[in-house]
């Protein structure tokens, strides 16, 4: 009864607010978190808020950090660089499988400690082979192994991104600067978004993230890594607050190897420019046409 009372308040909520709203009202699995206040309910979506009505937000979130995990956190509204295109590649000659890259985005990111969570899996798949189907995340022996190859596999900002083009309520959309973005207080957590990545890069927050106060990272944004709420999507965001602060990802900072390279596509003088002219790269499942911005190369 307490279930069906709240699905006919959210139900009357959405009469008078719209679709939209009711769509956000209609929270994950038809449940409303009991720590979900009014104003989480009805706020708007991010493009919607005004900078004052942003502030309020960015208060209001750093407060229920403190008061829900015992962290003090400063939450910021990271906007994107003008003139500034995003880009990641990854040297496949040199990635050894270590999985500091997926470590270092559990803690930066503020994942789940208990499901130990990332943004990032490596495969471990046979020498010469790029088939994702055929590679393993779980491997427990010592690294490099011989004859095996190692692919880093993470959000792939795509241009053509088939995950926004399929939610419903417009919660995730391409910023300016390439990286696509989830408001996580718009989210209904329908997981159409999860269903459409052909690079399975998104995650779904079946329970309230469990993170000791001491481990929180404090720098966050709101697109960006602050704790997440249970019953929404996430995914990597290229760790903008950080890149859009002229700082690196977290994964590339980690790589023992310099596997990894990041930077500005528009750039002439970035690193990431310079690969992009001079290795022949290739992105995954080309095929599928969603332009990504992430891309491997060989050393040879």
């Known amino acids: 009864m307490e279930d069906a009372s709240r699905r006919t308040t959210l139900k009357a909520l959405g009469a008078t ?138 959000c792939h900002q795509c241009d053509n991104a088939p995950c926004v083009s399929v939610c419903p309520i417009e919660a995730t959309w391409k910023e300016p600067d390439g990286i696509v973005v989830v408001d996580y207080n718009w989210c209904i957590g329908c997981r159409y978004c999860e269903a459409a990545c052909p690079y399975h890069a998104r995650r779904f927050n079946w329970h309230k993230p469990e993170i000791p106060a001491e481990e929180i990272n404090p720098d966050q944004a709101y697109l960006s890594n602050r704790v997440r709420p249970q019953g929404v999507m996430e995914k990597c965001t290229f760790c903008l607050h950080r890149t859009r602060k002229g700082r690196l990802p977290a994964c590339l900072e980690a790589c023992p190897t310099g596997a990894r390279v990041f930077g500005n596509m528009l750039d002439p003088n970035s690193e990431i420019r310079w690969v992009l002219e001079n290795k022949r790269t290739f992105v995954l499942k080309e095929d599928l046409g969603t332009r990504p911005r992430f891309f491997y190369f060989f050393d040879k």
């Open 17 to 154: 607010l719209g679709a939209a709203a009711f769509a956000r009202a209609m929270a994950p699995l038809a449940a409303w978190p009991e720590d979900l206040s009014i104003d989480e309910l009805l706020q708007r979506h991010y493009k919607e808020l005004s900078r004052d009505d942003m502030v309020r937000v960015l208060r209001r979130l750093e407060q229920e950090t403190l008061d829900q995990y015992g962290a003090v956190v400063t939450i910021d509204d990271v906007r994107p660089i003008p003139e500034v295109q995003f880009g990641y590649a990854l040297n496949l000659s040199v990635c050894v499988g270590c999985r500091k890259c997926a470590e270092a985005c559990h803690v930066e990111n503020n994942h789940d400690r208990a499901t130990n969570q990332s943004y990032i899996r490596v495969l471990e798949i046979k020498n010469g082979s790029v088939d994702l189907a055929m590679g393993t995340v779980d491997y427990d022996h010592a690294v490099p192994k011989k004859g095996r190859s190692y692919m880093p596999v993470q």
